[in-house]
């Protein structure tokens, strides 16, 4: 029988694994977002590395492909020092039939000291918790359409640089809520960190009434979803959903729903627009406002490796 | 053989009858029921002090895994999991590997039952061929070889047409044909549509998935008359749309499992594959129409819903692992638990895995209709005894069956099995049972 406790945190309410940001308190949050405020300036050095995590092995299982994330967490992990080991699961055992479990045990045996997992199923990261030795972190990548925590956290520390204070803003995220990972670990970030108002913005097909239980508004049309927001939110839509029963194509989503310069004047003047990439110029974001001066998208992307430094050495200093 | 049952509660849903009394069992038969002649010889004594004596249990769904899935069940240790939870008679449906849509088949499973001498099983055809939704099964030569109805499993019919031409032909010659109402298209998802699928991002199954589903079925059974069994409602919805079929006196039953009765989506709880149930659980405010529906008789009878699965199709990401949960030796006891909860009486509760789904099978029991499911002089001696004080600790790994997958692992239940006699024979006995 599975603990109802959560199995991120142990039992002084400290964070060994991640795997989600539902159910994470606030100072957590906060603590995590301090850290990476502090490895900031470490990627600012000539010598980027500190040597929180030398001697311990970081194992990158990726069991969908996604060179851009797998790349950031290898930055980050090297920058604090860990030896690191990328694994191309798609590619290799699960190929061969081995079965998820047999993987992790394996890899337990060779010493391995955290697994950061990147999944297509909702849910593998907390199975994979459950079952390796209890040395070993877990550090969620992004599972199905479950959960990103780290890219949540990373658009987190984009808004907190911004915008400092999160309690009167108004946040629209835009697009294929339905399906998104990065979509419910943002909620549950704003929402943990007291952002006044969410807007969830898409057709009936991508952004489902009933995300309304998860504390949103929901909003159909782009004027009045994007009115007024201090902080835009644009996701990635998947080429596969591009056209089907979903959307009829990617430029009547664009037509109705892609951030265009006229479109973003609605918002604050001094509004940011983000985007966790890659970006599709032209089906979710018009190039102009992609590069232009409101645009904090490459920030992020900075930021992201000061985010994950910070959970990697917060996690490792925690024992189950 | 020759047994004395002394001293026991007797209940028999059927007959109204709830009193102490003795049972006498004689070639296979209960010969004396109340009151015993003292001129009855036993070779064998059971004191059933403090024990209910009542019928044997009538499970109407229950996989014992054979043939293909040896690895998950066998008969031997599923039948013994039946008379360890005191079913004594069960149906199957025919999603095995291959599927039973073979007279052969059905006949080799038969064979293989009565050889363990354990309960009785009642399989059910495959509807069309390899359940493909495309071709009629032999139906005649198939209740010939002892099937009890019609039934195409998980595998909806997603083609109208030949749905339609096959309650006609079971309409024909009086088949019953057993569906689960799921839409095709709708009905993929691996969790109820709700919060929870959504926070936890699992594909989820709207309710219209069993709606619309149902709707369709109660159309074709309008126009062709057919006798349709409807197998394991999830929704509100989906009761009230029965509940108003059977006013309207449509031939129809249904069930709902001993997981529906208790549990909610927000059991999955962190992606627990203990709960990936098919169909998948719902809301709150199902689970309370369905515990309401099988109060008032809406629903017809309680399953087990027997599904044993392998920890290695189990310990997978939630929507990867196999669908199902062994159940037949926690029957009793969820059906004693509900109950408890919902205040119904003793016999009344048991009417649910008794008395009621005999109804729902009806003729296709042949023989045994007359005393399946009931305490009858005369009738055969399917008898479960079981102490109502008594409560357990569900631990996957004392269970008999195969399967050790439950969502009910640590859950105290009432109703412990002390004996099981099916014709006449101590098919199960736990120690205490023994007359001293």
């Known amino acids: 029988m599975l603990s109802k406790r959560n199995p991120q945190l142990n039992a002084q309410g400290e964070l060994i694994h991640l795997l989600s940001i539902e159910g994470l308190p606030r100072a957590v949050l906060t603590q995590i977002l301090d850290t990476a405020g502090s490895f900031l300036s470490v990627n600012e050095r000539e010598v980027k590395k500190v040597p929180l995590l030398r001697g311990k092995s970081v194992f990158n299982l990726f069991f969908e492909n996604s060179t851009r994330t797998r790349t950031t967490f290898e930055i980050a992990a090297k920058r604090l020092s860990a030896d690191v080991i990328n694994l191309d699961i798609a590619r290799s055992s699960t190929a061969k039939g081995e079965s998820l479990l047999d993987t992790i045990a394996n890899l337990s045996a060779m010493h391995a000291d955290m697994f950061v997992v990147r999944h297509s199923e909702s849910g593998a990261p907390y199975l994979i918790a459950q079952h390796c030795a209890p040395h070993v972190h877990v550090v969620n990548a992004g599972d199905g359409r479950h959960a990103h925590p780290t890219q949540g956290l990373l658009d987190m520390y984009t808004i907190r640089h911004y915008k400092r204070d999160f309690t009167g803003l108004t946040v629209a995220i835009v697009g294929d809520i339905v399906h998104s990972r990065v979509a419910r670990s943002d909620i549950h970030a704003l929402t943990t960190l007291g952002v006044p108002e969410i807007r969830a913005v898409g057709p009936k097909t991508l952004v489902p009434g009933d995300l309304r239980e998860m504390g949103v508004r929901v909003c159909h049309d782009m004027a009045e979803g994007i009115r007024g927001a201090d902080v835009i939110i644009m996701l990635r839509l998947q080429n596969e959903r591009m056209s089907g029963a979903m959307l009829p194509s990617a430029g009547e989503f664009f037509k109705n729903y892609g951030l265009t310069p006229e479109k973003l004047a609605l918002a604050k003047p001094d509004a940011i627009v983000m985007h966790p990439g890659p970006i599709n110029r032209g089906v979710e974001i018009h190039s102009a406002v992609a590069d232009g001066a409101q645009s904090v998208i490459l920030p992020q992307v900075t930021f992201g490796i000061a985010v994950r430094m910070a959970v990697m050495s917060i996690i490792a200093g925690n024992n189950a | ?436």
Request: with cysteine; charged share 20%; aromatic share 4%.
């Open chain 2, 1 to 436: 053989m020759k047994i004395l049952i002394q001293n026991g509660r007797i209940v028999d849903p059927a007959s109204g009858r709830d009193e102490p009394g003795d049972v006498a069992i004689a070639a296979g038969r209960i010969v004396a029921l109340g009151t015993v002649s003292p001129d009855f010889h036993p070779n064998r004594t059971l004191d059933a002090s403090g024990l209910v004596v009542a019928p044997g249990l009538v499970d109407l769904a229950a996989r014992l895994r054979e043939p293909g899935h040896e690895h998950e069940g066998m008969l031997e240790s599923e039948m013994a999991a039946a008379v360890a939870g005191g079913v004594t008679s069960l149906v199957c449906p025919p999603d095995t590997d291959p599927v039973l849509d073979e007279p052969g088949l059905v006949e080799m499973l038969k064979f293989r039952a009565r050889n363990l001498n354990l309960a009785h099983l009642y399989p059910l055809g495959a509807l069309t061929r390899n359940l493909g939704g495309d071709t009629l099964t032999e139906m005649a030569e198939l209740t010939e070889a002892g099937c009890v109805g019609f039934s195409q499993a998980e595998s909806a019919c997603r083609d109208t047409l030949v749905l339609h031409r096959a309650l006609q032909y079971a309409a024909t010659f009086g088949y019953t044909v057993w569906l689960r109402a799921n839409d095709a298209w709708l009905g993929n998802g691996v969790a109820a549509k709700g919060p929870l699928a959504t926070r936890l991002g699992l594909s989820g199954v709207p309710v219209i998935a069993e709606t619309i589903a149902l709707n369709t079925i109660f159309e074709l059974v309008r126009d062709t008359g057919a006798r349709v069994h409807l197998c394991r409602l999830s929704s509100a919805a989906g009761i009230e749309l029965v509940r108003r079929a059977k006013a309207e006196k449509l031939p129809i039953s249904c069930d709902v499992s001993v997981n529906h009765l208790h549990l909610i989506d927000v059991d999955i709880g962190y992606f627990n594959a203990a709960m990936r149930l098919t169909p998948p659980l719902r809301q709150q405010r199902d689970r309370d129409a369905i515990r309401a529906a099988l109060g008032d008789g809406t629903i017809d009878a309680l399953v087990s819903d027997h599904t044993p699965v392998d920890a290695d199709a189990k310990n997978l990401p939630f929507a990867e692992a196999e669908p199902g949960a062994t159940g037949l030796e926690l029957l009793l006891g969820l059906a004693l638990k509900w109950g408890e909860e919902s205040g119904a009486t003793l016999p009344a509760t048991l009417a649910t895995i008794t008395q009621r789904p005999v109804a729902v099978l009806g003729a296709a029991l042949g023989s045994l209709g007359a005393s399946a499911g009931r305490l009858v002089e005369g009738g055969v001696a399917d008898l479960c005894l079981f102490d109502p004080a008594s409560r357990w600790t569900v631990q996957p790994q004392a269970l008999r069956s195969q399967g050790k997958h439950t969502p009910f692992s640590g859950y105290e239940l009432p109703g412990r099995v002390r004996a099981t006699l099916v014709a006449g024979q101590l098919a199960y006995e736990a120690e205490r049972a023994e007359a001293r």
